[in-house]
């Protein structure tokens, strides 16, 4: 059964950082992408950061690009999201999600490439 679990979210400031983490279980980790997204109540669920299966290509959402690292630890089966410099609008609910196609030959950035969500995480940033 396949379990991902989100960690790390909190409430900080304006300019602060944050390391999300998602430790997965029940899938051959290392065979597949994995993705950042996040949802507020007042937006659909949109894509932040995904990574190839094997860590060798990562996708970036405009809007954190230069700010948000992800990556990927095949041996500890976790993926992490650095987020640095956050900003009022990066308030939301965040999820880590798994590719739904074992060793995509490219990084998926598209919803409905991904599947088994966590529960999320909810990152508060205030000014």
């Known amino acids: 059964q396949v379990q991902l679990q989100e960690s790390g979210g909190g409430s900080v400031h304006t300019g602060d950082s944050l390391l999300l983490s998602c430790s997965a279980s029940?899938?051959?980790?290392?065979?597949?992408?994995m993705g950042w997204f996040r949802q507020t109540a007042a937006k659909e669920r949109e894509f932040v950061a995904a990574?190839?299966?094997?860590?060798?290509?990562?996708r970036y959402a405009d809007s954190v690009k230069g700010r948000f690292t992800i990556s990927k630890d095949n041996a500890g089966n976790t993926v992490y999201l650095q987020m640095n410099n956050l900003k009022p609008e990066d308030t939301s609910f965040y999820y880590c999600?798994?590719?739904?196609?074992?060793?995509?030959?490219?990084?998926?950035?598209?919803?409905?490439?991904?599947?088994?969500w966590g529960q999320g995480t909810q990152v508060t940033v205030s000014s």
């Open positions: 999600a798994k590719d739904r196609q074992r060793r995509r030959y490219f990084v998926p950035t598209e919803l409905g490439s991904f599947q088994s």
């Open positions: 029940g899938f051959p980790f290392s065979q597949f992408a």
């Open positions: 990574i190839k299966w094997d860590a060798d290509a990562t």
